[in-house]
């Protein structure tokens, strides 16, 4: 299940991407246009600048922006920024692969059906993007 802190920053990307023509949009109207609590905003926002999703211009007519066209931003990517890993356990994770306790990898049918699982929802969230959503 999606994390709040995820769906939001969803909901920003496709509300910044519906706006783009609109120069940059004021972190307020966002908050109130998609009903996001303004400080858990701030926060996510900060994250997606800081990994190049976004930009940010200050002063009169600032706010933010989308750094990249709607069709290049991934949701898997932001989905791993925001949640981190997409895998339900992390000894199936491409990106944060970590050995489970107590569990021997080439016989555990658990890990056998999660990694079918994690590559079905790749196979979707790495060829969508926020283009796709709105």
């Known amino acids: 299940m999606l994390s709040k802190k995820t769906q939001y920053a ?5 509300y910044l991407s519906q706006q783009k023509d609109n120069g940059p949009i004021l972190i307020a109207e966002i908050s109130r246009k ?3 609590p303004l400080k858990f905003l701030e926060n996510i926002l900060l994250e997606m600048k800081k990994e190049g999703i976004l930009g940010s211009k200050k002063g009169k007519g600032g706010g933010y922006f989308l750094a990249r066209e709607a069709s290049d931003i991934v949701l898997a990517d932001v989905m791993r920024l ?11 994770s491409l990106h944060f692969y970590k050995k489970c306790e107590n569990c021997n ?3 555990c049918g658990l890990r056998d059906t999660l990694i079918e ?5 790749l196979a979707i969230l790495e060829h969508k993007t926020v283009q796709d959503l709105t």
């Open 117 to 121: 699982v994690r590559d079905a929802n």
């Open 34 to 36: 998609k009903k996001i």
């Open 105 to 107: 990898e080439k016989e």
């Open 10 to 14: 969803f909901k920003a990307l496709m």
């Open 82 to 92: 925001i949640e981190g890993p997409i895998s339900l356990l992390p000894c199936v």
